[in-house]
């Protein structure tokens, strides 16, 4: 096992565990309830998912699913949840210094006092533990929403990549996940901020479980993968060859019409019409989710009619039982292709050098 595997399949997961920990802390200090760490459990199902996948993948990951992803939400979303409905109740002012940790000389010097070596360092991560307590709970919760999201697209790069995924794959994912990482941060902190709806256990309720919903696209790979279909029987279906052609592009679809744009929209548009609930933020985004939909929709039939176009014009020349995994196939064999190219032009000055000598004697 190459040890720059090991190291970010560790360091990663360690990451999520630190993270899941914090989260499990604020909620036991919001709550005054002890019992709340056993939160903290849900992290052995990642340090089981660690030891199986170094046993069984040598650290890499796995086709189209990242396990350590899926179960870091399970880790952490519980948290936040409990944190949302909780919300706090200390103030938090609109002053800079009302989220400063405030720690003084003086307090470092005094926890210094009778103490050395190990025990002055203890001693002051206590005091510094004591001091970031005192922050706001909102402030906490907004910090734990945006690190969390961070985390999750920064993980996913420091994972240690399969066979299956190439990095430029992986580079067009991390980029989709920033893209909307954003827009599921906003809709979690603007919907949730607004009185009408923190005053409604049901709306908060909703919000969140739809905020969950659409966390569930980050572990999985499909958005940049092509299914690689065989052209069996079963295969030759129009709606399976549409699958296999067009799998990423489905997948994208989908994800936006049934995980974030499509559900978002259904709630801010609930909150406008049937609570009567206006601001500038959420009409904004109620339109912007609505121009993404219909985009999406667009897309949709714009690939059904490329790919009928594609059937007939195949059919009239007689060649229906076209492969359905054709541009996979075909960029497999235009990679080849530029390999043997290469090759070529690799050995070409290797052969005029060995027929140097031949004219020379």
Avoid at 43 to 53: D, K, S
Avoid at 272 to 293: D, E, P, W, Y
Wanted: hydrophobic residues 45%; glycine residues 4%; charged residues 15%.
């Amino acid at each position: 096992m190459e040890l720059i595997v090991l190291l970010n399949a560790l360091v990663t997961r360690l990451l999520f565990v630190l993270h899941s920990v914090i989260g499990v802390w604020r909620v036991t200090a919001a709550k005054k309830d002890s019992k709340y760490w056993l939160l903290a459990l849900l992290n052995l199902l990642l340090c089981l998912e660690t030891g199986l996948t170094l046993k069984f993948k040598q650290g890499r990951g796995y086709k189209w699913f990242s396990p350590a992803i899926f179960l870091y939400l399970i880790c952490t979303v519980p948290s936040l949840w409990l944190l949302e409905i909780h919300h706090g109740t200390q103030y938090c002012g609109n002053e800079p210094e009302a989220v400063q940790v405030n720690v003084s000389n003086q307090d470092f010097n005094q926890s210094r006092d009778g103490t050395h070596g190990s025990e002055g360092i203890i001693q002051t991560a206590k005091v510094f533990v004591n001091q970031l307590s005192t922050i706001c709970e909102t402030v906490w919760t907004l910090a734990l929403h945006q690190t969390f999201l961070l985390l999750l697209v920064v993980g996913r790069w420091l994972l240690p990549i399969g066979v299956e995924i190439t990095r430029d794959q992986l580079s067009q994912l991390l980029l989709m996940f920033v893209g909307t990482a954003a827009d599921i941060l906003e809709f979690a902190s603007e919907t949730l901020d607004i009185p009408e709806v923190r005053n409604n256990y049901t709306l908060i309720n909703a919000i969140l479980a739809v905020w969950t919903w659409s966390m569930l696209q980050f572990p999985l790979d499909l958005a940049v993968q092509h299914i690689g279909c065989k052209p069996t029987t079963s295969t030759r279906r129009i709606p399976s060859l549409l699958l296999c052609r067009y799998s990423a592009e489905l997948w994208n679809i989908g994800v936006s019409l049934f995980i974030q744009d499509g559900p978002f929209f259904i709630v801010r548009s609930i909150l406008m019409g049937h609570f009567r609930i206006f601001n500038q933020m959420l009409v904004f985004f109620t339109a912007k989710n609505i121009l993404v939909v219909t985009l999406q929709l667009y897309r949709l039939a714009v690939i059904t009619l490329d790919f009928r176009a594609t059937i007939l014009q195949k059919s009239r020349k007689g060649e229906v039982s076209c492969c359905p995994c054709e541009p996979y196939e075909a960029h497999t064999h235009a990679v080849a292709d530029q390999d043997n190219e290469m090759k070529e032009f690799v050995a070409f000055p290797q052969k005029k050098e060995t027929q140097a000598p031949s004219k020379d004697q």
